[in-house]
Structure formats: structure tokens, C-alpha cells
């Protein structure tokens, strides 16, 4: 980011990364700060350490894992974004989770907190499992840790600049590593036929962050992957082309490829 993050802006977007009024207090009173990076440095400080009390204040705020948050708040959107699995709908994992879920309240008096995002459900209950073993302090300590996660990532998540409707991201399924270099173009259908809007090339993690207008309006739109520049040009798949519909204007779509010799395959990511 790079513009400065004034104490105003501060003011209205901390509670929602961690709710302790003490800690709020101490990143405002630090600004302004001329990065995200910064910011995010500052805020990690401050919560170091938390109090029981403040580690209680800022849990009320958050759901159980594996429910629903109830309202529209930032803070409500922001955890059923983090909840999302591609296993979340696993009705074993989650009577498996409720039951861990009322045995981890019985034992520690709190719910149980985790940094959902980047997790599967399954790694959700092998933690609940685990953090059931540990003594009051040493799970007081994760407890904490797992708030400076969330906070940290709440925030960077808030106040990134703005990035494009459109996002992409290569795997190479079969060698198990990103694929570099692909060229992608983003096209959109006007009814007499396909308009380019904007082309990139993946980088070294095999992503195109900029693929794009930050705004797009409804309706059809096309990614096509020039994949013959990473398979080679006797590839069985020299190009992939990926037509979806944006529905939700005000949302992101994330278009992953996974990608093989002689298979792909793609979905909605997030």
C-alpha cells in the first residue's frame, strides 16, 4: 500500500480485526503509517502480549467453528470468508467439530478459535483434537497467537489496495510446483462477440494478481491460458479457455487452473 493509513481510518477498521479497545488505543495512537507492512508490524506489537481479559473481549466476537456468524457486519463477513473449505460441507467432519466444539468448551470455559483461513475443516478438527491435550497456559498462549493471525490477516485483508475483479493461479498438478510464465488473457462476450480487456503472465508463485478492471459488470466473460509456453509446443492442451458468468459485480472471482499433460481442471476460488 501506498498511501499513508491516517488514525481515522485506523479507528474504523481495527475493531473488526480484533476487538480490544486497550490494543485498538495503542495502534491509533501510532499512526499515521507510510505501509500496510508497517501497520501490520505495529498491530502484531501491540497485541503482544494480550490479557485474559482482552483475550475474552475480542472471542465474543467471534463465532464457533463450523457455524454460521449470525448478522452482516464486516466482522461477520470477514469470518464466513475465512471459514470457507473446499470440505465444509463434510456433514461427518462437521458433527465431528460440534462435538469437539462443546468438549473444548467444557474443558477451557471459551470457544475455540483457530485461523480458519488456508485450513480445511479436517486440519480445523486435528487442531481441536491436539489443543484439547494442552494445559490452561500453554492453550491461553495459542489462544493469543491465533488472534494476532486473524488480526494481521483481517487487516491486510481491509486495507489492500484494490485489486482486480479478475485473479488467476497455474498449478502444475503433476510436478507439484507453480507454473511460471503462462500467458492468460481476459475477455468479455458483448454479444456479437469476445473483447479483450487485459492479458498478464503468470509469476514465479504462477499467479496474476492484476488481470484487469478493479470494476466489471455483469455477464460472460472468457480466461484463456496459453498454455503451450509452459507445456511446450507439442503439448495435448496448447490452450485452455475458461468461460464464466460474474453474477455479483461488487464481488471477486478467483479462476484457478490446475493443470497436467493431459488433464485440467478449474472452479472458483476465493
Known amino acids: 500500500m501506498t498511501t499513508t493509513i491516517d488514525a481515522e481510518t485506523l479507528r474504523a477498521v481495527l475493531p473488526t480485526a480484533l476487538a480490544v479497545p486497550r490494543w485498538v488505543d495503542d495502534v491509533v495512537a501510532r499512526a499515521p503509517y507510510d505501509t500496510l507492512d508497517a501497520l501490520v508490524g505495529a498491530a502484531v506489537a501491540a497485541a503482544t502480549p494480550l490479557s485474559e481479559a482482552e483475550i475474552d473481549q475480542a472471542l465474543s466476537h467471534h463465532p464457533r467453528i463450523g457455524e454460521r456468524p449470525v448478522g452482516e457486519g464486516a466482522s461477520q463477513q470477514l469470518s464466513r470468508r475465512e471459514q470457507q473449505a473446499a470440505d465444509a460441507d463434510d456433514a461427518e467432519l462437521a458433527t465431528?467439530?460440534?462435538?469437539?466444539?462443546?468438549?473444548?468448551?467444557?474443558?477451557?470455559?471459551?470457544?475455540?478459535?483457530?485461523?480458519?483461513?488456508?485450513?480445511?475443516?479436517?486440519?480445523?478438527?486435528?487442531?481441536?483434537?491436539?489443543?484439547?491435550?494442552?494445559?490452561?497456559?500453554?492453550?491461553?498462549?495459542?489462544?493469543?497467537?491465533?488472534l494476532r493471525q486473524i488480526a494481521a490477516l483481517r487487516l491486510r485483508t481491509l486495507l489492500a489496495t484494490p485489486r482486480s475483479r479478475v485473479t488467476t493461479h497455474v498449478l502444475d498438478t503433476a510436478a507439484g510446483r507453480p507454473a511460471a510464465g503462462v500467458p492468460v488473457h481476459l475477455d468479455s462476450w458483448t454479444g456479437a462477440g469476445w473483447q479483450r480487456l487485459a492479458s498478464g503472465v503468470t509469476d514465479t508463485d504462477g499467479r496474476i494478481a492484476e488481470l484487469g478492471p478493479v470494476d466489471l459488470d455483469a455477464g460472460r466473460y472468457r480466461l484463456t491460458f496459453a498454455t503451450a509456453a509452459y507445456l511446450g509446443p507439442d503439448a495435448f492442451f496448447p490452450e485452455i479457455l475458461v468461460v464464466f458468468a460474474i453474477a455479483?459485480?461488487?464481488?471477486?472471482?478467483?479462476?484457478?487452473?490446475?493443470?497436467?499433460?493431459?488433464?485440467?481442471?478449474?472452479?472458483?476460488?476465493?
Open 96 to 146: 465431528a467439530i460440534a462435538a469437539g466444539n462443546r468438549a473444548y468448551e467444557e474443558r477451557f470455559g471459551r470457544v475455540f478459535l483457530i485461523r480458519a483461513a488456508g485450513r480445511s475443516r479436517r486440519d480445523v478438527l486435528a487442531e481441536l483434537e491436539r489443543r484439547l491435550g494442552n494445559p490452561d497456559e500453554a492453550e491461553l498462549a495459542e489462544v493469543a497467537e491465533q
Open 248 to 270: 455479483d459485480p461488487d464481488a471477486h472471482y478467483h479462476v484457478p487452473l490446475l493443470l497436467s499433460p493431459f488433464g485440467y481442471s478449474t472452479y472458483r476460488g476465493s
